[in-house]
């Protein structure tokens, strides 16, 4: 099975910050990872798919890069409602992997 | 709107069985694979399951496999997930959801997710 570490698995940060989220896969993935957006008590949101690509309504703070084993979800400028925890998950190989989450907090 | 509710949800011994379902509506819902992700209480995502748009594909993770079955039902834009010898480690919080074509397994996207129903295994 492919892993998939996440770092940090937490973060603190001010509205206005740049914030940075990493994923690194046990093997290559080429650009097949996701990425969602989970608030406490609700169902996860996609923010992005195959690595970089925005989805629809999504704003465009958020963005994401990489491809084979590392990754980066990237939020230019942190918001209040960003709050929650973010998963990548990979679809290269099943059984599909998600990461074990990066928990965002707003100081 | 585009919605997703899943239903079936219940407390249910270990060894015990349990059908939840998934009702689609606002899309085709026939074009679309569909997927089913556990959440334990206070854990991270889990896939389950998924199915091809026509039904003809399924894939599941050892975890699940061979206790595990996903259907659905393009006539009633239901999805089903057939629980069965569950065990305390089944206990999650399952989501259905929207992938983003019809092709199921490998290269997926979830980008529709219902609120989820709970099950817990317990005696």
């Known amino acids: 099975d492919i892993q998939m570490t996440q770092s940090p698995s937490s973060l603190s940060a001010s509205v206005g910050d740049r914030v940075t989220i990493s994923c690194r896969a046990s093997?290559?993935?080429?650009?097949?990872l996701n990425w969602y957006h989970q608030k406490p008590g609700k169902a996860p949101r996609l923010l992005i798919y195959?690595?970089?690509s925005l989805q629809s309504g999504v704003p465009s703070r958020f963005s994401g890069t990489g491809s084979g084993t590392d990754f980066t979800l990237t939020i230019s400028s942190l918001q209040p409602e960003d709050f929650g925890t973010y998963y990548c998950?990979?679809?290269?190989?099943?059984?599909?992997?998600f990461g074990g989450g990066t928990k965002v907090e707003i100081k | 709107e585009v919605q997703l509710v899943e239903s079936g949800g219940n407390l249910v011994q270990p060894g015990g069985s349990l059908r939840l379902s998934c009702v689609a509506s606002g899309f085709t819902f026939s074009t679309y694979a569909m997927t089913w992700v556990r959440q334990a209480p206070g854990k991270g995502l889990e896939w389950v399951s998924s199915i091809s748009s026509s039904g003809g594909s399924t894939f599941y993770p050892d975890s699940v496999q061979g206790r595990f079955t996903i259907s659905r039902d393009n006539s009633k834009n239901t999805l089903h997930l057939q629980m069965n010898s569950l065990r305390g480690d089944d206990t999650a919080l399952y989501y259905c959801?929207?992938?983003?074509?019809?092709?199921?397994?490998?290269?997926?996207?979830?980008?529709?997710w219902g609120h989820g129903t709970m099950v817990t295994v317990s005696s």
């Open positions: 959801a929207k992938s983003l074509g019809g092709q199921a397994g490998t290269v997926d996207t979830y980008d529709i």
């Open positions: 998950q990979q679809t290269y190989r099943t059984p599909l992997t």
């Open positions: 195959t690595a970089s």
């Open positions: 093997q290559t993935l080429i650009t097949y």
